[in-house]
């Protein structure tokens, strides 16, 4: 699997039973994640406002994020969880953001948009929590438009070791939790290395231990 590089087409993890898993994370989400994931919003937020204009937030959540947004950015989030979205809308409408265009129950592989939509694809700890990481990767770059960005912020599982062994053993159980720990850097590079098109800008650890990581990836132009 993830360790080795090789790109599975079908693997424990189910769209519905994700679904399900942040159904159920909906209501504490916020409290459980929103401080553990902050740096890594920002960063993310940060790189996807130095392209600007159209972004698609995928995994957008309760919409934690979307504040953190420029107004000059026009913001359409997706999320397989529609519990999470009622969060994400109730967000929205209290806090007045005009920017935001759309907010869809949507899955990250099928994403209902044409081809070049969006100037930049944001995923804040999305990829690794989908059943199948390529396919979602592949439909960040088919709806990003030639020149621009997919910004993702993901945990990076170790290739090997003691903390390599524990992922694995982890991997059941965090399965039924809505994500995986066994997810290698090698796993991402292999899918851009097959991918025409699509280049690495930037692949960057985040404080405070490096198990997360910023990746930017450029589309190419036409």
């Keep these: 699997m993830a360790g080795n590089g090789a790109v599975p087409t079908v693997d424990d993890m189910r769209t519905e039973g994700v679904a399900k898993a942040y159904d ?9 994640f929103g401080k553990v994931f902050a740096r890594g919003r920002s ?3 940060e790189a996807a406002e130095k392209v600007g ?7 957008v959540g309760t919409g934690i994020s979307l504040p953190q947004y420029s107004s000059r950015s026009r913001l359409v989030g997706v999320d397989l969880s529609a519990p999470m ?6 967000r929205v409408k209290e806090l007045n953001l ?3 265009e759309q907010l869809e129950v949507m899955d990250a592989e099928h994403l209902g948009f044409a081809d070049a939509s969006f100037d930049v694809v944001v995923a804040q700890y999305v990829v690794t929590a989908v059943p199948n990481p390529e396919a979602a990767l592949d ?4 709806v990003a438009r030639p020149g621009g960005e997919i910004v993702i912020t993901t945990r990076i599982g170790a290739a090997g070791g ?3 062994a524990i992922e694995s053993l982890l991997q059941p159980v965090v399965n039924r939790l ?3 720990t066994e997810f290698s850097w090698a796993r991402y590079q292999t899918w851009i290395d097959r991918t025409p098109g699509v280049s690495l800008l930037e692949h960057r650890p985040l404080p405070p231990l490096g198990h997360f990581s910023l990746i930017r990836l450029r589309k190419a132009d036409a």
């Design 24 to 32: 159920r994370w909906a209501p504490i989400y916020d409290l459980v």
């Design 178 to 180: 809505g994500w995986r």
């Design 85 to 90: 979205l009622e969060k994400a809308r109730e």
């Design 53 to 59: 204009g159209r972004i698609l937030e995928v995994g």
């Design 162 to 164: 003691l903390r390599g």
């Design 43 to 45: 960063a993310a937020i």
């Design 139 to 142: 439909e960040f770059l088919r």
């Design 98 to 100: 005009r920017n935001v």
